[in-house]
């Protein structure tokens, strides 16, 4: 009976690390330069890894991670912290999981009316259930013939291969003077990005206080330094938020409010090989 015990006991540890080893291939961490960190997520080999969060309220983005056993997780979709519903569409599992028309103070804002089509319509991270199994498009935009979205978080604007400002409302010029910025997208500030490498990797990007970016900054540091093909502005600034929990690694939790503290949010990219190797 001992010897059994003792079999189960090294078969179980054996286990553990050989999905531990899994994990750090299919998921990496690192910080390229000074305030700059990075999730690297290999879909060749995690395919199931990434999926989307909504809160029924607001919550932080390491109680959000702690609670669904993700070993990262980053701040996603943009919401209105006031009346806590999301100004993002969001899909999970295929079903519309928030509708930012369903938001009053969106769609009743009347500084908002003349960009609402600009602004529901802005680019979003999918997941799909096809050969092209990553995109991120503007949300009207229909997905390849024979293929559904299983999973997607709009947020914006697009950063690569085009970065689209104007195009999606977060600059708004007349007679080429700014009359709108929204997100101080023309500003520094901490920053939170998803891109699509060549390779199908996803990186996770954050960008903390420490090395904050324009927009413009951010997409040619996407595009020039990690040379993804795709690429995604997530909500920003106070929001910027990420959590790395990977195996053998200390515990990462970056939070970018100015007194240091954790902002509430409404959506989060979550990061969980578990359910791609139970």
């Known amino acids: 009976m001992r010897n059994l015990i003792l079999i189960i006991l090294v078969l179980t540890i054996a286990i553990y690390s050989v999905k531990a080893d899994q994990t750090r291939q299919a998921v990496e961490f690192y910080s390229p330069q000074k305030g700059v960190y990075i999730v690297d997520i290999d879909t060749n080999e995690c395919k199931n890894c990434i999926s989307p969060y909504v809160s029924d309220s607001l919550e932080t983005v390491e109680s959000v991670a702690i609670k669904t056993g993700a070993i990262a997780a980053i701040n996603a979709g943009f919401f209105d912290p006031l009346n806590t519903k999301t100004t993002s569409y969001i899909i999970k599992d295929g079903e ?81 003077k700014i009359i709108r910025e929204a997100v101080s997208a023309l500003h520094k500030r901490p920053r939170s990005a998803i891109g699509i490498t060549l390779e199908n990797h996803v990186l996770l990007v954050a960008v903390s206080k420490e090395n904050p970016m324009t927009l413009k900054e951010l997409a040619e540091f996407m595009q020039d330094d990690l040379k993804v093909k795709q690429a995604l502005a997530l909500d920003g600034g106070g929001s910027t938020s990420l959590y790395v929990d990977l195996p053998g690694q200390d515990k990462f939790v970056l939070n970018s409010e100015e007194d240091g503290s954790a902002r509430r949010v409404k959506s989060v990219f979550l990061v969980n090989p578990r359910t791609e190797y139970p």
């Open 96 to 176: 519309l999981a928030a509708d930012p028309t369903l938001n009053p103070d969106l769609m009743n804002n009347p500084t908002l009316q003349d960009y609402l089509p600009q602004i529901l319509n802005r680019s979003e991270f999918r997941i799909m259930d096809c050969f092209i199994s990553l995109d991120i498009a503007q949300h009207n935009s229909m997905p390849p013939s024979q293929c559904n979205i299983l999973h997607s978080i709009q947020a914006g604007p697009q950063l690569v291969p085009t970065l689209l400002l104007e195009q999606e409302s977060f600059v708004v010029k007349n007679d080429n």
